[in-house]
């Protein structure tokens, strides 16, 4: 009894089976025959003793099961039998397997997919050294939570020595634009300048030499800096020998004292990390700015601490500064949050969807392997005759399931890379780290579990009426099973039902994004994207006069570039994005002349560009009122200002805006004449509400980043290179940032919308399919069932029409039950897509009912061939095959 | 094991030890063990074929007997199992716990206060 000796036994007893095999059939055989002869001699007839020795042998394939079960070996032995003889019934209904693989691969190959897009944004750890207690600082106004602002250097010095919850208060500033001085030419990097503990705050240490020093976080001393790692790539090829090298950056010597990780990528676009050092003017400016604020929890310090320690140190810093921190709060957001921003609902929300295809695909299997069942419930009944046990019949069955699964999961990861390429493509820009989508190892075990557990799923149903339909019911059906019991057909109805009400939902889903998407195409911009290329440009020059004037040489060069009918200058380009220098615009508060002061409440806030006298006209904005601004709005004349009509709406209600007072709470604090209105600008794009804006004379108030319209009558994208020079003949150390279309900008825009709803349409239309095919196949194996009763009803003159009737009523009924289900089913879940329309109620009429059109007219061309292959049915055939 | 010793009426355990004194008599076929088996138990052990070909099965494996093709007395192929050297140390060792136990059993059913 030795183990090893058993273990031996047992493998030999693998490898040699069919021996054993022979050698049981030969011994069983010996024992018959020596049985009937040892009952001859007895002195029975050889009849008689042949049933007497049938009777001692009892049933051989019993008696062989229950050998074969001696031993560890025959449990892999009998799965791997059985799994053997799925196989081949398998291969013997190609076209069942065909459909059933293809859907599960579809099912799983879409969840996969989808999952891949959740789990690379979503679910992977941040790669920062314990990210979780990476915390962004904001500062927000105590009166409205949702304004949200950068923070300022003064502000954050004072959290850092207040806070009791954060430790490595640090700030980030940026982007600033650097020129990068390479053989005469000027490339463009995006730097942040970042405080002490930035970067232990971050958690990140440099792929290459080292991290900055406390020393070089004083001012005057040798410039430093730390490359991106996609810097390094871009504009150094990667040289390892880079740390330790000089560059010139705007001018100055920097050394490269490192390069950092590659998945480091906050703040987002930073090509160079410098060291900011404290600086004189932070006092002055409390107000929140463009900088970010990042921090860690100190130790055990919870979000809800923290909060309340921001909270507690702002209304200090109120008391101390009443004039610049009125109203000003602090809040702590987790990275994680930060950079997720609003994409964590719509991609949660597709994995739902892609989930609910999933079960359709489950659904379909286990209708198809019912519908096969009939015809396999006699193999079951003859192998349960025979001695196989119930145990054994389930095994069977859930082993063809998960043989299915198996093949489909194949398929499914096939479909999963084209997903997950689909996806790239489809992707806008602005999905964090989507760069990074890709099939892993995380994803393929996904995949894996997604299919066995579909084919688990999809076996249970046919599993169950293996099990609990007796060996009578079946054996005596009759020869031919006619129609089918109700059981059966109840449990398949009741699953192509679930399929066309999850189809429904899906659809009705993807239905409402498609109509938001239009009702939102329809919002006027308030300006033309078309025919308009923008390049960004940072004037290097800290001097005033000279930005000025390099604006103006360069807006004459391009001028006078063929093609070329308008160019304006603005500080704040519509749809700008992250992508770009300009990315955040100002807000600033304001005052009305020889109005009372405002009331606690009432904000008087309006976004502010500084804009020069032919943007408007560049941009395709109308002028609503009074006059555009024009040459003669320079630094030395009367202090102009425009506004929108949304600023009229919301401060100057009733009045006539031009010719009203109006200071700016801001650099100088100037009081300005209103001169015209301006039409209202979407500025976020079509689903956003125009904001009150104030515009200023560029003249009048110097901005050194800003973005060049140029509006021409070709493609605009053939115009970059010739702006690019353009510029380069005002200033050749000059570089453009972010030369685009502008209605790529629209179009990165349009495409993030577009991304969610073209994934949940390709579901939508894949849940359609599948339940089309649920339907087909139902309907067809339900004709082929009756082919023997639709025979008899033609012989006995039936109608065409009337078994056209009888077919196609039935899957009317199942559709419209399906459907109806549906509609229930969306008028409850649609809510959750609240967030993501737009002017669309939850509950439109017209996408409900062209939804519910639409998947009955699916459902009844599934129908129509089975029901007219019923009307063929040959009654001679039929009746003759008895 | 059980199930087959229960349909045959055997003592839970037996059957491997009686097959084995069986074969230590004389080899023989699965027939003939089970013909054998009834005629000294004058019929009392019927064991059918669904029963023993599993426990010769086990024998075979765990090396207690030996199988070997031979012709019969009806002139027909059939397998004859034979005691392995391993199979009569284990029988011998079987048939002394059985008997010491038998006894004691006895022992205990036959008590009376008296022999306390």
Redesign the interface.
């Known amino acids: 009894m030795a183990p090893l000796t058993r273990f031996v036994a047992g493998l030999r007893g693998l490898f040699r089976k069919t021996r054993a095999e022979q050698e049981l059939d030969a011994e069983l055989g010996a024992f018959f025959e020596t049985a009937v002869e040892h009952r001859r001699q007895a002195g029975l007839s050889r009849e008689e003793a042949t049933r007497a020795a049938r009777m001692e042998l009892g049933n051989a394939e019993a008696v062989k099961d229950s050998v074969r079960d001696v031993g560890w070996e025959s449990a892999f032995e009998s799965v791997w039998r059985d799994l053997r003889s799925g196989v081949r019934s398998l291969r013997k209904s190609p076209g069942f397997t065909t459909v059933a693989v293809l859907t599960l691969g579809l099912g799983v190959g879409a969840t996969t997919a989808m999952f891949s897009a959740v789990n690379t944004v979503l679910l992977k750890a941040l790669p920062y050294a314990g990210a979780g207690e990476i915390v962004v600082l904001e500062q927000t106004d105590v009166r409205d939570r949702s304004l949200r602002h950068g923070v300022s250097a003064a502000n954050m010095r004072d959290v850092a020595t207040m806070a009791r919850t954060l430790s490595h208060v640090a700030i980030a500033e940026g982007p600033h634009g650097l020129r990068l001085l390479r053989d005469a030419r000027a490339e463009s990097l995006r730097a942040w300048l970042v405080s002490e503990g930035f970067l232990q705050a971050m958690g990140v240490q440099p792929r290459l030499g080292r991290t900055f020093l406390p020393e070089e976080f004083v001012q005057g001393g040798q410039g430093v800096v730390l490359l991106s790692h996609r810097a390094w790539q871009t504009h150094f090829g990667g040289d390892s020998a880079i740390v330790g090298r000089h560059l010139v950056l705007d001018g100055t010597d920097h050394l490269v004292v490192g390069v950092l990780p590659p998945d480091f990528k906050y703040p987002s676009e930073a090509d160079i990390l410098a060291p900011r050092a404290p600086q004189p003017s932070d006092d002055g400016l409390r107000a929140g700015t463009q900088m970010e604020g990042v921090a860690r929890l100190a130790a055990g310090a919870t979000l809800a601490q923290v909060q309340a320690d921001l909270d507690r140190i702002a209304t200090n810093l109120v008391k101390v500064y009443p004039g610049s921190n009125a109203n000003t709060g602090f809040r702590a957001i987790p990275l994680r949050q930060h950079l997720l921003g609003d994409v964590e609902t719509p991609l949660t929300l597709l994995l739902g969807a892609v989930g609910l295809v999933l079960l359709i695909a489950a659904a379909n299997v286990a209708g198809l392997q019912l519908a096969r069942g009939v015809g396999k419930s006699r193999e079951y009944a003859l192998r349960g005759s025979l001695g196989a046990s119930s145990q054994r019949i389930l095994r069977l069955v859930f082993l063809e399931s998960l043989l299915l699964a198996g093949v489909g999961g194949l398929f499914g990861i096939g479909f999963a890379y084209l997903g997950v390429e689909l996806i790239r493509m489809l992707a806008p820009v602005h999905i964090p780290r989507i760069d990074e989508l890709g099939v892993d190892a995380t994803v393929l075990a996904f995949a894996l579990t997604a299919a066995i557990g579909t084919g688990l799923i999809a076996g249970i149903a046919p599993a169950l009426r293996a099990s609990t339909m007796g060996l009578r019911a079946t054996l005596f059906e009759g020869p031919r099973g006619t129609t089918l019991g109700p059981r059966t057909s109840g449990l398949r109805d009741r699953l192509v039902v679930a399929e066309l009400t999850l189809a429904v939902v899906l659809t009705i889903g993807a239905g409402l994004l498609v109509r938001s998407f239009d009702r939102l195409l329809d919002n006027r911009l308030g300006f033309d994207p078309e025919g308009r290329l923008v390049a960004q440009v940072w004037a290097y020059d800290d001097n005033h006069q000279a930005q000025l004037s390099f604006f103006e040489r360069g807006l004459e060069k391009i001028r006078a570039v063929p093609g070329v009918e308008t160019v304006g200058l603005t500080s704040d380009l519509p749809l700008a994005d992250g992508q770009s220098l300009l990315a955040r615009s100002n807000t600033i508060p304001f005052a009305i002349d020889g109005q009372a002061a405002p009331t606690p409440g009432d904000d008087r806030i309006a976004g502010l560009a500084a804009i020069d006298s032919s943007y408007a006209g560049a941009m395709g904005i109308r002028l609503r009122a009074g006059r555009d601004f024009s040459p003669q709005d320079h630094a030395r004349s009367t202090p102009v200002l425009l506004v929108n009509e949304a600023f009229v709406r919301r401060y100057l209600s009733a009045q006539d805006a031009v010719g009203q007072h109006i200071t700016l709470r801001w650099r100088k604090g100037t009081s300005r004449e209103i001169v015209g209105v301006l039409a209202d600008v979407r500025r976020q794009g079509f689903a956003s509400e125009p904001r009150p804006e104030v515009y200023v004379p560029l003249a009048q108030e110097p901005f050194n980043g800003l973005t060049f319209v140029v509006k021409t009558d070709r493609d605009p994208a053939g115009l970059a290179k010739a702006v690019q020079e353009a510029l380069w003949a005002a200033d050749p150390h000059q570089a453009t940032w972010a030369t685009r279309r502008l209605t790529d900008l629209l179009g990165d825009w349009i495409r993030q919308r577009k991304f969610n709803t073209a994934l949940l349409l390709a579901f939508a239309g894949l849940a359609l399919a599948l339940a089309g095919i649920g339907v087909y196949g139902l309907m067809s194996f339900s004709v082929e069932q009756r082919a023997h009763e639709l025979g008899i009803r033609r012989a006995l003159g039936g109608q065409t029409q009337d078994i056209l009737r009888m077919v196609v009523g039935r899957a009317v009924k199942l559709t419209l039950i399906g459907a109806g289900l549906g509609l229930i089913g969306s008028a409850a879940l649609t809510r959750l897509l609240q967030g993501m329309l737009f002017k669309i109620n939850p509950l439109d009429l017209l996408t409900f009912g062209a939804v519910t059109l639409l998947v009955i007219a699916m459902a009844l061309s599934a129908a129509f061939v089975p029901a007219w292959r019923a009307t063929r049915v040959d009654p001679m055939a039929v009746l003759r095959a008895d | 094991m059980s199930h ?1 010793e229960a349909q045959s009426g055997l003592v839970q355990g037996t059957l491997h030890m009686l097959i084995l004194k069986t074969l230590s008599l004389e080899p023989l ?4 063990i089970g ?1 054998r088996l009834e005629q000294i138990s004058k019929g009392v052990f019927q064991v ?3 029963s023993l ?2 426990a010769l ?2 024998l075979e ?3 207690l007997i030996a199988g070997d093709w031979r012709v ?1 007395e ?1 002139n ?4 004859y199992y034979t005691l392995t050297a391993q199979g009569r140390a284990r029988l011998r060792r079987e048939t002394r716990d059985w008997e010491k136990q038998t006894t004691a059993i006895a022992r205990i059913l036959h008590a009376s206060l008296g022999e306390l």
């Not at chain 2, 027909?76 to 397998?79: G, H």
């Open positions: 087959e076929h699965g027939y003939g013909v059918n074929a669904g070909f599993p099965r086990r494996r765990d090396e019969t009806h027909r192929r059939a397998k």
